[in-house]
Nanobody, 120 residues
Framework: VQLQACGGGLVQAGGSLGLSCAVSGRTLSVYYIGWFRQAPGTEREFVAGISWSGGSTYYADSVKGRFTISRDNAKNTVYLQMNSLKPEDTATYYC??????????????WGQGTLVTVSS
């Protein structure tokens, strides 16, 4: 399974940004697509996840109500719409595919990161 994330950039606090993750390969082995983020000096943390088949969504408390994860199975693409961004959302964002929901170690496939910078 290969994942290609894109859409990062620089945005002011309060602004919005959308990320996308194109999924290819043996997608039949994919149960969840997750977005994670990692700021310098911190551990990678779960942001949001979506069931590849059923569409159930899961969010970290820190982003609930501000971020929305969605998928387009026809395009094999998962999106992360980020609204009301805060400086603390600044991080490199990664999409991943695997069998888990919010645990880093349950995701076997990772895309390259895309940097999101939120200025105050």
């Amino acid at each position: 399974v290969q994942l290609q994330a894109c859409g990062g950039g620089l945005v002011q606090a309060g602004g919005s940004l959308g990320l996308s993750c194109a999924v290819s390969g043996r997608t039949l082995s994919v149960y969840y697509i997750g977005w994670f983020r990692q700021a310098p000096g911190t551990e990678r943390e779960f942001v949001a996840g979506i069931s590849w088949s059923g569409g159930s969504t899961y969010y970290a408390d820190s982003v609930k109500g501000r971020f929305t994860i969605s998928r387009d199975n026809a395009k094999n693409t998962v999106y992360l719409q980020m609204n009301s961004l805060k400086p603390e959302d600044t991080a490199t964002y990664y999409c991943a595919a695997g069998a888990g929901i919010n645990r880093v170690d349950t995701y076997a496939y990772w895309g390259q990161g895309t940097l999101v910078t939120v200025s105050s």
